[in-house]
């Protein structure tokens, strides 16, 4: 496929010059500071996963299902573990490499729905600078590849409806509907949300210029050939004992269905204006803007309403049945969004700076000049904003310009990693010159997989470190009675969860979040040990 993409590229005058210089821009912008934002919880222990897999494949292969997570993802991390020195750095670079991918894809699906090259190329742009974008393809999380996934399958199914097949099997069509089939089956495999892409999908027939009942008839069957393909493979889990466990946390994050019907969408849908602001404040005002305005232009009108809607339908179902809805849930839409936008820019842009008319009068120089000014302070909207959200994302990442939630979840509260480097520097320090037991906050999670994810395939002789529960209350007596024969013992917990009473002279250190948040303290426990067990 990519070999394809560069050999169209070079009908146009530098076109391999251009691409190569958007995968340069590209790997400058993503690589640069790839660790100032310490590590987020849901990180560490998708990199604890990886790590238990190469230190016990037949164990931990299939860990993460125990979790409700499918495991795709987590393998991927695997071979990066012994690429570099740095965890966190290594997972990261997972995603970078995906959205990589997912510039070029993105590309590739504006040209397919019939994008100029112009378009294509303000798509690869985008893609690397929106803040949506940027931040996901910066984070080891799941999204970033179940985006790309679905970004392949609805590639091959928009292929197939463009070329308005007229056989429901033919030596044309089927190859691109079984690689559709092959992909959505990947993307279940990294994150069981890739089910609500399924309208996207049937969505997809909508693209071909012919639209008779017959041909809508025939897509629709190749599309549902292709998603059948794809809930087999995510059905083949189900040799695995634990499969059952994949449906375990959904009642965590959603209401149940029978909740909703009975009245808990009063709930739910005064949150949704805040669910659109997350993608004002990440895609940025000015792609929006393009969104609605190419759902009425003439040109592209279908298929930016095919997009839009395929990117909503995906969205409704998290917002009307989620209890706490972050915007890392909502990103995979912005593949949808995003292209209809781009759609949306190119009806304006080339539909009335090409056309020696319009609405069937001569071009009137003021009507020109105010779309173009028009235009142009929108996209510049988006690249200003952009720009500087990269720049905080690099320079200083406490001061990145996060929603309400998101600065929660990465710079205030437990699930930040605020500390965790500096406490594994200290402990390792410790652990050099004698034996150490460390107890922290939680099971898992920031404390302590963020911390063991660090001593990953080193030395830990002289070291033991296992998470106590929270609040900490005292010292359990199982982890007591491991501890007993350590010459050190140490506490590692957030400041808002430590209930022990302490000498103050006993805190070894203190990493404290942003906006007088609450710290990450260390505590030597060694002295008195005895008097902080609990039964």
Same mark, same amino acid.
């Given at each position: 496929?990519?070999?394809?993409?560069?050999?169209?590229?070079?009908?146009?005058?530098?076109?391999?010059?251009?691409?190569?210089?958007?995968?340069?821009?590209?790997?400058?912008?993503?690589?640069?500071?790839?660790?100032?934002?310490?590590?987020?919880?849901?990180?560490?222990?998708?990199?604890?996963?990886?790590?238990?897999?190469?230190?016990?494949?037949?164990?931990?292969?299939?860990? $993460?299902?125990?979790?409700?997570?499918?495991?795709?993802?987590?393998?991927?991390?695997?071979?990066?573990?012994?690429?570099? +020195?740095?965890?966190?750095?290594?997972?990261?670079?997972?995603?970078?490499?995906?959205?990589?991918?997912?510039?070029?894809?993105?590309?590739?699906?504006?040209?397919?729905?019939?994008?100029?090259?112009? !378009?294509?190329?303000?798509?690869?742009?985008?893609?690397?600078?929106? $803040?949506?974008?940027?931040?996901?393809?910066?984070?080891?999380?799941?999204?970033?590849?179940? !985006?790309?996934?679905?970004? /392949? !399958?609805?590639?091959?199914?928009?292929?197939?409806?463009?070329?308005?097949?007229?056989?429901?099997?033919?030596?044309?069509?089927?190859?691109?509907?079984?690689?559709?089939?092959?992909?959505?089956? &990947?993307?279940?495999?990294?994150?069981?949300?890739?089910?609500?892409?399924?309208?996207?999908?049937?969505?997809?027939?909508?693209?071909?210029? +012919?639209?008779?009942?017959?041909?809508?008839?025939?897509?629709?069957? +190749?599309?549902?050939?292709?998603?059948?393909?794809?809930?087999?493979? @995510?059905?083949?889990?189900?040799?695995?004992?634990?499969?059952?466990?994949?449906?375990?946390?959904?009642?965590?994050?959603?209401?149940? #269905?029978?909740?909703?019907?009975?009245?808990?969408?009063?709930?739910?849908? $005064?949150? %949704?204006?805040?669910?659109?602001?997350?993608?004002?404040?990440?895609?940025?005002?000015?792609?929006?803007? %393009?969104?609605?305005?190419?759902?009425?232009?003439?040109?592209?009108?279908?298929?930016?309403?095919?997009?839009?809607?395929?990117?909503?339908?995906?969205?409704?179902?998290?917002?009307?049945?989620?209890?706490? /809805?972050?915007?890392?849930?909502? %990103?995979?839409?912005?593949?949808? @969004?995003?292209?209809?936008?781009?759609?949306?820019?190119?009806?304006?842009?080339?539909?009335?700076?090409?056309?020696?008319?319009?609405?069937?009068?001569?071009? +009137?120089?003021?009507?020109?000049?105010?779309?173009? #000014?028009?235009?142009?302070?929108?996209?510049?909207?988006?690249? /200003?904003?952009?720009?500087?959200?990269?720049?905080?994302?690099?320079?200083?990442?406490?001061?990145?310009?996060?929603?309400?939630?998101?600065?929660?979840?990465?710079?205030?509260?437990?699930?930040?990693?605020?500390?965790?480097?500096?406490?594994?520097?200290?402990?390792?320090?410790?652990?050099?010159?004698?034996?150490?037991?460390?107890?922290?906050?939680?099971?898992?999670?920031?404390?302590?997989?963020?911390?063991?994810?660090? @001593?990953?395939?080193?030395?830990?002789?002289?070291?033991?470190?296992?998470?106590?529960?929270?609040?900490?209350?005292?010292? $359990?007596?199982?982890?007591?009675?491991?501890?007993?024969?350590?010459?050190?013992?140490?506490?590692?917990?957030?400041?808002?969860?430590?209930?022990?009473?302490?000498?103050?002279?006993?805190?070894?250190?203190?990493?404290?979040?942003?906006?007088?948040?609450?710290? &990450?303290?260390?505590?030597?426990?060694?002295?008195?040990?005895?008097?902080?067990?609990?039964?």
């Amino acid at each position: 496929m990519l070999k394809k993409f560069f050999e169209k590229s070079k009908k146009y005058k530098h076109g391999n010059l251009i691409i190569f210089g958007l995968i340069a821009f590209y790997l400058v912008t993503h690589l640069s500071a790839l660790t100032s934002l310490p590590v987020f919880a849901d990180e560490s222990i998708y990199i604890r996963w990886a790590q238990l897999i190469i230190d016990d494949w037949q164990r931990y292969l299939f860990f $993460p299902m125990n979790d409700g997570k499918t495991p795709l993802f987590i393998w991927l991390l695997v071979p990066f573990q012994f690429l570099f +020195k740095d965890q966190l750095f290594a997972g990261r670079f997972v995603t970078v490499l995906v959205g990589l991918a997912q510039v070029l894809m993105n590309m590739k699906i504006i040209q397919v729905l019939g994008g100029k090259r112009k !378009t294509q190329i303000l798509t690869g742009i985008f893609t690397i600078i929106l $803040p949506f974008w940027y931040f996901h393809h910066r984070m080891a999380l799941m999204d970033g590849l179940l !985006t790309l996934l679905v970004s /392949v !399958t609805f590639l091959f199914l928009a292929k197939v409806s463009k070329n308005q097949p007229k056989k429901v099997f033919d030596k044309n069509s089927l190859k691109p509907i079984i690689l559709a089939g092959i992909f959505f089956g &990947l993307s279940l495999l990294t994150k069981i949300p890739a089910v609500l892409f399924i309208p996207a999908f049937y969505f997809s027939i909508f693209l071909g210029t +012919k639209k008779d009942f017959k041909r809508l008839r025939i897509s629709f069957f +190749k599309v549902s050939f292709s998603i059948a393909i794809g809930l087999s493979m @995510f059905a083949a889990l189900r040799i695995n004992p634990v499969f059952g466990q994949l449906f375990s946390r959904g009642g965590d994050f959603l209401f149940p #269905v029978s909740q909703i019907i009975t009245g808990t969408w009063k709930e739910t849908i $005064p949150s %949704f204006p805040n669910y659109i602001n997350y993608f004002f404040i990440y895609l940025t005002p000015g792609i929006m803007v %393009f969104i609605i305005l190419g759902l009425f232009s003439k040109k592209h009108k279908i298929t930016a309403h095919v997009l839009f809607w395929s990117g909503l339908f995906f969205i409704l179902p998290i917002a009307l049945m989620g209890k706490s /809805v972050y915007p890392r849930y909502l %990103f995979p839409a912005s593949l949808f @969004f995003t292209l209809s936008a781009m759609m949306g820019l190119e009806s304006i842009i080339f539909g009335i700076f090409e056309s020696p008319k319009l609405n069937g009068k001569s071009d +009137k120089l003021w009507k020109t000049s105010l779309v173009g #000014v028009s235009v142009a302070l929108l996209i510049s909207n988006s690249i /200003v904003t952009s720009i500087n959200y990269m720049q905080l994302s690099v320079l200083n990442s406490n001061d990145i310009p996060f929603v309400a939630s998101d600065v929660t979840q990465y710079l205030t509260e437990w699930s930040s990693g605020h500390g965790i480097k500096e406490a594994v520097e200290l402990i390792r320090s410790q652990a050099d010159i004698g034996t150490v037991a460390v107890a922290t906050e939680g099971t898992f999670g920031t404390l302590p997989d963020g911390l063991l994810m660090y @001593f990953h395939r080193t030395n830990v002789d002289n070291l033991y470190l296992e998470g106590v529960g929270y609040p900490i209350n005292g010292i $359990p007596k199982l982890f007591a009675d491991r501890a007993k024969n350590y010459e050190k013992k140490l506490l590692v917990v957030n400041s808002h969860r430590m209930n022990l009473k302490i000498d103050s002279k006993y805190l070894v250190a203190e990493y404290c979040r942003p906006f007088n948040a609450p710290c &990450l303290q260390v505590w030597n426990i060694t002295e008195n040990f005895q008097d902080y067990i609990k039964d």
